[in-house]
């Protein structure tokens, strides 16, 4: 049974010109693909199955990204059904010289696992071990989620 935090990914995007809205800031809509990516990431580390997006639980953007700074993303499968895997997300802005950081956006996605003929097909139970573990675990639910 997989653990929590063998799906804990974190990735880095370096936010380009290219990257931006009409406001230079970056794009909700490439944050939003950068954020499916890493959440398909994490989820099928755990499902160790092809896994497609359900669904996008309410994604909130609390502060923008500018361009030229790190946009960090974070995803982590905190619960699991009997095909659907439940994935929290969290992303923050981060000044590439100091490394401070500012969280932006926060939401939890849901992903099924499919196999080669595109049936869904059973996930395993999730493990949470560790003190951290048990933290990631808990700030989701404490959302609501
Ligand atoms: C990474 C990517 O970009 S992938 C590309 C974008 N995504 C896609 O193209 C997926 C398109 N959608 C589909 O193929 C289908 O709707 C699927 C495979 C997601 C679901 O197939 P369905 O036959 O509708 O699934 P079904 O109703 O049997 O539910 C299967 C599981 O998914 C869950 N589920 C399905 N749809 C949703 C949804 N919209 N929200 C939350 N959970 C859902 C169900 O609760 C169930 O969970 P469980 O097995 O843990 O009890």
């Known amino acids: 049974m997989p653990t929590l935090l063998e799906t804990h990914i974190r990735n880095r995007f370096r936010v380009q010109p290219n990257h931006a809205n009409n406001n230079d800031t970056l794009h909700g809509g490439n944050l939003m693909k950068w954020l499916d990516e890493v959440s398909a990431m994490s989820a099928m580390r755990f499902a160790g199955e092809t896994c497609v997006t359900a669904r996008v639980n309410e994604l909130d953007f609390e502060r923008p990204i500018q361009i030229g700074d790190t946009a960090l993303v974070e995803a982590y499968v905190y619960d699991a059904g009997r095909t659907s895997v439940h994935v929290a997300l969290r992303a923050w802005r981060e000044e590439p010289r100091s490394g401070e950081t500012e969280k932006t956006t926060e939401s939890t996605f849901t992903f099924v ?15 949470v071990e560790t003190e951290k573990g048990e933290r990631l ?3 989701v639910h404490e959302l609501g989620d």
């Open 137 to 139: 675990r808990d700030r």
């Open 113 to 127: 696992a499919i196999d080669e003929n595109g049936e869904k097909v059973p996930v395993p139970d999730i493990t």
